[in-house]
């Protein structure tokens, strides 16, 4: 069930939580207190944390709110891990422009999007090839958004290769949805919690490999959302869109996270580069 603003919701019932096969929908409103859904099949009422459903034949059962966690979630940084971001503060960071960092602490200690005055994309000091990768986000609520403008932003692998972030709970889970790769490929199964609840991405990635100027070998990504496999070994035929420059690095490069102008924020960045552990 997602909030779409102004009294009205929106439900989806699935065999299961990582489906994509929908078994019905229905449109609510907010009355008296409780969101009430109204299909040919029968009524549905949700309050609190309990959705009651009565079938067409007047038999009910109830569904209940199951709050999931990553099992990655506060995961600590190995020995060796190079911590980008711990809370404590934003030296590691740069707008694109090689600016001082524009975005902010928050009081919760996250890393937060700040659109004013200046919207930019911000990026490591420090550059990467082959890495493993794990950092947190919560996307803002905004339910009177819809597509790409609900809670957009972006981790950009080398500052070329997008892992979508977006509000895409309950969504179909295509590319341009959270835990794609933007116009590459969709994530296996849409693993996206709902607005203001952390999430994790773990990435291993494995940057192309160059003699010269000829490329001979793409780079290859793996994705694992709130701890699921989204994207095994994604083949990576070009840089995606909105990278930081032109083409693919043919070496090292920073990771850049999206300023979509949205309040995005971002907590317990670390990264395993190759020979360390």
Partial sequence: ???KGDGKFQARLLPDFESRQMLAEAEGKLVDGE???ETSAGKGALSGDTLTITKEDGTEFELKRVVRKSP????KPPEGAVVLFDGSSL????TITGQPALWKIAENGAMEVVTQPKHTNHETKETFGDMDLHLEFRTSFMPH???QARAN?????????EVQVLDSYALEGVDNECG????VGAPKVNMAYPPLQWQTYDISFKAAKWDGDRKTENARITVKHNGVVVQDNMELPDATGGARQKGEPKGPAPLML???GDPIQFRNVWAVTAGKS
Avoid at 91 to 94: E, K, N
């Fill in 258 to 260: 999206q300023d979509h």
């Fill in 91 to 94: 030296d590691g960071w740069q």
């Fill in 153 to 161: 932003s972006g981790v950009y692998v080398q500052g070329s290769y």
């Fill in 35 to 37: 969101v009430v859904f």
């Fill in 72 to 75: 990655t979630e506060g995961a």
């Fill in 1 to 3: 069930v997602w909030d």
């Fill in 180 to 183: 794609g790769i933007y116009k």
């Fill in 145 to 147: 958004a819809r597509g």
